[in-house]
Nanobody, 130 residues
Framework: EVQLVESGGGSVQAGGSLRLSCTAG????????MGWYRQAPGNACELVSA???????YYKDSVKGRFTISQANPKNTVYLQMNSLKPEDTAVYYC????????????????????????WGQGTQVTVSS
């Protein structure tokens, strides 16, 4: 059974924008901290952005000022508005639970732990051309 459904990916030129959506399927957000991960070919999975159940947010340094995470009320959809896209943003983007945003900067790495994305969704492809 599908837990989360990601959508909104596509192909854009550098400088363009996309808005990703993550909708609850069988999984119910309730008070879960949620976020977006991405994985490019040959690269490790990394945490890009997170939003806490209290509304606090986290952004990876390379996307600060360009990406904005938000959550619909009721809490059944998480969005990632991506502006000023760069070729290095090209990846498959996945939605999944995350650590609380306040804890993420204390982590030694933003790489995904094994199994982080297992069983959640299929992801959505974002391709940015130069």
């Amino acid at each position: 059974e599908v837990q989360l459904v990601e959508s909104g990916g596509g192909s854009v030129q550098a400088g363009g924008s996309l808005r990703l959506s993550c909708t609850a399927g069988a999984f119910k957000f309730h008070d879960t901290d949620m976020g977006w991960y991405r994985q490019a070919p040959g690269n490790a999975c990394e945490l890009v952005s997170a939003i806490g159940s209290d509304g606090s947010t986290y952004y990876k340094d390379s996307v600060k000022g360009r990406f904005t995470i938000s959550q619909a009320n009721p809490k059944n959809t998480v969005y990632l508005q991506m502006n000023s896209l760069k070729p290095e943003d090209t990846a498959v983007y996945y939605c999944a639970p995350t650590p609380h945003p306040a804890h993420i900067p204390t982590m030694s790495t933003d790489a995904c732990k094994p199994g982080t994305l297992d069983g959640w969704g299929q992801g959505t492809q974002v391709t940015v051309s130069s």
